[in-house]
């Protein structure tokens, strides 16, 4: 009987520790974003695609549009219990190129309450294009209505 107690007593204290490491959050980290010091090794106006891959890495998404620009994302995701997992940060790292292939532009933005935000940005002097991809994106959420889409009857 005394042989019994002694090994209830670790299984139960096993136990009880399972039941608090269950209920603890669980973090998960996807994706990658550059950190400052790499992109500020890549110049504005001189450095090309090939120059930035080799400092910083290509990217895991590129512009649809004649890969007009790269993009490396990164988030940060929380799972507690049985919850479904919650995204609580991410950042996008965006590098725009010109048609010749030269960087035109380097954004970093954020996400603070659901809205996106610029980080920080460094664009070449002449640059005409003016609003990135990203703000393109996402500036026309919330700025249509129905009667755009319907025809003079």
Known sequence: MAGLKTLIKPIVALAFAASLAGCSAQYRNHGYTP????LEQVLVGVDTQETVASVIGRPTSAGILANSGWYYVESRWRQFAWKAPVEIEREVVAVSFDSDGVVSNIERFGLDDGQVIVLSRRITDSNIKGVSFLKQ?????????ADQFLGDN
């Open 35 to 38: 950190i400052e010091g790499d």
């Open 137 to 145: 994106l996402f500036g026309n959420f919330g700025n249509f209505a």
